[in-house]
């Protein structure tokens, strides 16, 4: 049996738990209260020192990031493949995996704890001692306060992530080619929450955020999507 620590709300949890529900797997789902700092507990700095959701566990093996998680879960299980049906449509995969990581994941961060008024809480902050030094710094980085500059540059970098994403789907129903695929999966609860950050989505991209939606595996996760301020600073992304 697989087991998955995840996050509810986080929006790379959330990405891998669609990849699970649309491939019909079941796993052992432990959640973290992000909240509260448990994915700063001991026990999961054991499994992921970086302090970073989701975790997988399988046959003795911890896989952490999730695009690679989910390209693990395709590969290595039965049921509709997600990879993309050619060379071309899996270059378009690995493109906005990727794109997640850097540029998606990391802005919306930014804008999100900026506009929820996100803060450490008092009783996590001696936590963030048991990070990597890199991970600590970004931490303390966050709880002094994103200036003006930062925030706009993140903005505008999520602006840009809505114009690519509409010109894709300006082609096409799916973000890879003619089927839902994992570029979906990993774009989809990030994007969901552009609107009510203030990034109005096109009508192209309203469309395609409607088609996921109405999937049953991303349905299942519908209230978790809305964002919330309890996500914390990572070097490619939040989460």
């Not at 994992?182 to 989809?188: G, I, W």
């Not at 395609?208 to 299942?220: F, I, Q």
Request: overall charge negative; proline content about 8%; some cysteine.
């Amino acid at each position: 049996m697989m087991r998955l620590h995840y996050a509810p709300g986080s929006a790379h949890s959330a990405a891998v738990r669609i990849v699970l529900a649309e491939k019909g797997m079941a796993c052992d789902a432990r959640a973290l209260d992000l909240a509260r700092f448990e994915q700063l507990d001991p026990a999961f700095l054991a499994l992921n020192p970086e302090g970073m959701v989701p975790v997988l566990e399988q046959d003795g093996r911890v896989l952490a990031e999730s695009f690679p998680i989910m390209l693990f879960l395709d590969e290595t299980h039965p049921g509709p493949s997600l990879a993309g049906a050619d060379s071309r449509e899996r270059y378009r995969v690995h493109k906005w995996g990727k794109y997640v990581e850097t540029h998606i994941a990391p802005n919306l961060a930014i804008v999100r704890w900026r506009a929820l008024g996100g803060q450490v809480p008092e009783a996590a902050r001696a936590r963030l001692d048991r990070l990597p030094r890199p991970r600590r710094d970004l931490w303390r980085r966050a709880e002094r306060g994103f200036d003006a500059d930062t925030v706009a540059a993140a903005a505008a970098a999520l602006d840009k992530a809505a114009e690519r994403l509409a010109a894709d789907l300006a082609e096409r129903d799916w973000l890879a080619g003619e089927a839902f695929t994992l570029a979906d999966a990993a774009v989809f609860p990030h994007a969901i929450q552009f609107e009510a950050l203030g990034h109005a989505p096109s009508e192209p991209v309203a469309r395609w955020l409607t088609r996921v939606g109405e999937r049953p595996a991303a349905a299942a996760l519908d209230k978790e999507f809305f964002p919330i301020a309890t996500m914390g600073p990572e070097p490619a992304r939040w989460g």
